[in-house]
């Protein structure tokens, strides 16, 4: 290999793949896009959902007529959003030759053993070529005038699996300037094939965001930018490469989709030795890492939740985990803006099987009501300053290097199931600590490592992309700061022709370089060092040792309580099995399994259980082990005098209010049962229900709850509205 041109390259790459160096950027203004959901199909009345913002997905989806399909959904009051796949979408015109009269497969992502990755039939994962992108921009141009106001462009996603097709070989050429090398040659020829890999969607993104932009102020209009994504912990997991953080750098870029569901958050993990499922755990941790790669740089947050998810499971199944991803998006009170869910069509008209039976059935009536008071909800959900329960201020330090890593495998080095990153979460996690993550691309942001006290990283599972990034960490300690550094160093990606170890530099791994800034010579069996006015605690152990077996992270633990309590001096570590936040009137909690002790959560009432499709108002919420909860809290209701609705399965328009009447406007899919409860100043006389038509409905179902002034009122749903009026 050429090293000269590699190092180049290297240097080149530095600011992009390594850290934002500006400083922080205005948070965004309201929009009143609070709510959204993507959807490929027309509107229909059977999943006409009521959020601020249908994402109609697709200019060849759901047979083609993409302006049809927009005009339906804008003619049903809806602000009209696109969302098409950036590595992936139905363009087999693309690839098959009707698009320009040329074939295009050799831009498909390629496996050693010459097989294409395949998305669906005619189409693969994409190598996006500049003819790629090209044809991107036609799609785009044509969302555009249709009159869509943003675009997204979703799961830049390119397989560490792939990379031995011709265009990626093309590409690495162009990149590197030397003949293409097999990824599986070496760990450097893995890490130089996953950097491009990475460069080429960031540049893809960069491009069509960029045309976007210019083609959108051609026409008098600024359509916005977004990227809907995994998290960096799924993608790291599931070994794809993509740009991540790095795409606060980029302009233009409006924002993220925080793509978060069941079927990433299921993926088994260790801890305490038992590899399973731990989907509360795992959907926590993707949020929250979500979270910091956007927080400091101002950009717009959608957090995604799915009812159901891709893979064919039962609708017991759904729910129980819907409630824990729902759970784990509300306990970041920071974020407001929610992808309600993706395909409402595939929710509310797919078939199912239900827990030990083998025929499929439409959605439970209970589980719809339950999921629309969800969802209902999510359009009232405030901005809280309020903070999850538990101890604040331990992160995890996290890098894109983390995606370069997973595949494959070199000189015997496994890291099963990304385990040296949850070694080093999981144990704290489960201790009902809130734990952070920190993104190492943000460090040069001002707010980046304001509220950390205890920082933990290891480089057994990530590299630094820039030494930048240690004069920053090395600045911190010595102001207060520290740090707790997890790693043997022994992995075969130290040694990768890196900026560590050319240039003149010639260390043997990156953490001496980290030393070396924080003034450390480090001594054997020594554990501790102090740095100016803060910390240095070195755990000469790989992160994943922690987990893969039972009971190896006691000493951890209470290393990182010590440095937190001595050396942070930031107040007692909080051991406890569940986390609860009061968010306005909600309360959200989670109590944790596998934790401390098996003591249940009793949260006081009156609360309103919203997980319960009959929105019962309960003295007291008990939650147990491996349970969550979502409650509207009656003790926090401003006023009983003022008649207003507290929850329901549809959305409330035109709200008239008087001394002694109430009436309102409200809509949900059609086929579906309504359950609302509303706050009154005194037990009602007469209520009338009154659909679109004049009629009124006789099938209504209601009981007053004394205690608490508050009316549940059950119906059928109707999308054209049915008319509310009750009487004292």
Known sequence: MDLKSRVAFFLSGALLLGMTSHAQLKAPKPDGEKTAFQIADAWAADYDVRSDVAIVYGINDAGGDFEGRVKSWRDKGYKVHFMTGIAWGEYQDYFTGKYDGKTHWEDGQVMKNGETIWHGKDVPYVVPSATYLTYMKELVKRAIDAGVTAVHLEEPEFWARAGYGPSFKKEWEKQYGFPWIAQDESPEATYLSSKLKYQLYFNALKEVFAYVRSYSQSKGVTVKCYVPTHSLINYSSWAIVSPEASLANLEGMDGYIAQVWTGTSREPIHFNGVLKERVFENAFLEYGSMVSMTAPTGRKMFFLTDPIEDRRQTWDDYKRNYEATFTAQLLYPMVASYEVMPWPKRIYLGKFKMENSNETQPIPRTYATQMQVMVNSLNDMPLSSN??????????LLANSMMFQRFPTHKGYEDPQLSNFYGMVMPLLKQGIPVGTVHMENLGLDQTLKNTKVLIMSYANMKPMSPVSHE??????????????????????????????????????????????????????????????????????????????ASQDADFISLVKNAYETDAKAGKVISKNHFLLQRGPYDIAAVLDESVGDAPLRIQGPVVDLFDPALPVLPEKVVKPGQQAYLYNLTRLKSKKEPVVLCAASRVYEEKKGKTAYSFLTK????????????LPAEPKTITLTDAGGQKLTDVQTAWHKETNTYLVQFENDSKGIRVEVNW
């Open 387 to 396: 903070q999850v329960s538990g101890t604040k201020g331990i992160d995890i």
């Open 472 to 549: 920053v960490l090395a600045k911190w300690v010595k102001n207060g700061g520290v740090l707790v550094y997890v790693g043997r160093d022994q992995d075969p990606f130290q040694t990768v022709k890196e900026w560590w170890n050319t240039g003149g530099k010639t260390y043997k791994a990156p953490s001496e370089h980290l030393l070396e800034q924080l003034g450390i010579k480090e001594a054997s069996g020594k554990q501790s060092y102090a740095v100016g006015k803060g910390k240095l605690y070195l755990l000469r152990r790989d992160p994943k040792e922690l987990v893969l077996q």
């Open 668 to 679: 949900s899919p059609s086929n579906t049962r309504n359950a609302m409860r509303m706050v």
